[in-house]
């Protein structure tokens, strides 16, 4: 039965699986629009910009994830109409914001006390959180297109923390809490046996995985593969992903998950064999293409982008020097400039060279030169730097891709 008669997310994936492709489905007005699907008496899953899933035993429910502050008084409101009264557990999936920044309205809500249980990965990520709090909120500005820097600055820290494995009981479930690396280094994700569900938290978002997002620290591409595989030995009826709607049935969920997995392992694979050859880091992008086997629905890049997870194989086994020599040192931006300049013979040469690139469609190339010319004179090549970075941001299907374009064309 659901609760909100209008919204069934079990259909609404169907309807995905039936696309040659999808739009970015972790958006900003996702997590204002909260819905509550009631897949059985004891088990809902709550659409959120990050996911929830609640499990009920009489009035005691207990979370896994808690969506964002911003939205907390919407699932507040779904919780209480589903009949719950006090919240035993919180299960983080990991410690991003979208997924446990809602926490402390929550409990502060309900009756009783909550225990918080979360990898023990989560306490380091909450601390160097405050670390870098500008920085993070200038990441999310750009990556979402905000007006202005949006970062937390206080997070609800785990009770009980673990390490590899933990069991929990409720409402005569074992539930199986499960650690795993992909996005992150303190991700967990769950199998409960009583209701035949698994809840993947990010490693499933129905897009290529965000393996290489270019702001964020390290991220594991063939990790994140080989969990996925063993979240599929689980052959479970359901998957509960972080973002996008529930799916229902053994099939599906086996084919997407070892889909992603098998798409994350070949690139792992194949950035490694290149590597091995003693190619750079851009021969490995010209010289990689996804196979036409891993054009999915949910494969494509849509938040992350393919190229970028080829960045996080080669920075986790081969470090930050992307073998170009020029890369190692490079010179200032506006010396850089000043030498285009004096190539072009003066500015206004080189901003008729710019426009011919532009007309060219050869805005990637354009980009390189305007950004260190307009290090150098920023009146003068201010519209056509803003032209260019409009123009990258309009061919992009990422949104990280997108949202740095989108961010240079607004600066």
Not at 74 to 93: A, C, H, P, R
Not at 229 to 257: A, C, D, Q, R, W
Not at 334 to 363: H, P
Request: charged share 25%; net charge negative; with cysteine.
């Amino acid at each position: 039965m659901n609760t909100d008669n209008q919204y069934n997310p079990i259909e609404l994936s169907k309807e995905y699986l039936k696309k040659s492709t999808l739009g970015n489905q972790v958006s900003i007005e996702q997590g204002f629009n909260v819905e509550l699907y009631e897949v059985s008496n004891n088990l809902a899953f709550i659409k959120n910009f990050g996911n929830i899933a609640v499990f009920k035993n009489d009035s005691t429910g207990l979370l896994i994830d808690t969506g964002m502050g911003v939205s907390s008084m919407q699932v507040i409101e779904k919780l209480k109409e589903w009949g719950i009264s006090n919240i035993e557990y919180i299960i983080y999936t990991h410690g991003h914001v979208d997924h446990v920044t809602g926490a402390e309205y929550i409990v502060n809500a309900f009756e009783g006390t909550t225990k918080i249980i979360a990898h023990e990965n989560v306490t380091k990520r909450f601390d160097r959180y405050k670390k870098t709090i500008g920085y993070n909120g200038i990441i999310n500005q750009r990556q979402f297109g905000l007006p202005s820097p949006v970062f937390p600055n206080d997070f609800a820290y785990p009770d009980i923390t673990y390490s590899d494995e933990y069991e929990l009981e409720f409402n005569e479930s074992i539930m199986i809490l499960t650690h795993g690396k992909g996005e992150t280094d303190d991700a967990t994700y769950i199998y409960s046996n009583k209701d035949d569900a698994l809840f993947t938290g990010d490693f499933f978002i129905w897009s290529l995985p965000n393996a290489g997002n270019p702001s964020k620290a390290q991220r594991y591409v063939g990790f994140w593969g080989e969990v996925l595989k063993k979240m599929s030995e689980y052959n479970s009826e359901y998957l509960f992903p972080g973002h996008g709607p529930l799916i229902k049935g053994k099939k599906t969920v086996k084919e997407l998950l070892l889909d992603t997995s098998n798409c994350l392992l070949w690139i792992e694979e194949n950035v490694l064999n290149l590597m091995n050859k003693g190619y750079s880091l851009r021969e490995i992008q010209s010289e990689l293409v996804l196979p036409e086997e891993f054009f999915k629905p949910y494969l494509v890049s849509a938040y992350d982008d393919f190229s970028f997870l080829i960045n996080s194989v080669w920075r986790q086994y081969g470090g930050w020097y992307s073998g170009t020599p020029s890369e190692l040192k490079p010179p200032k931006l506006e010396d850089i400039g000043r030498t285009y300049i004096d190539m072009a013979g003066n500015d206004n040469n080189l901003l008729k060279f710019l426009e011919s690139l532009v007309n060219s469609q050869k805005y990637r190339e354009a980009s390189v030169i305007v950004d260190a010319a307009y290090s150098v004179n920023s009146d003068l090549f201010s519209d056509i730097k803003k032209e260019i970075f409009l123009k990258l941001a309009e061919e992009e299907s990422s949104l990280m891709a997108k949202g740095i374009y989108k961010f240079n064309h607004d600066s």
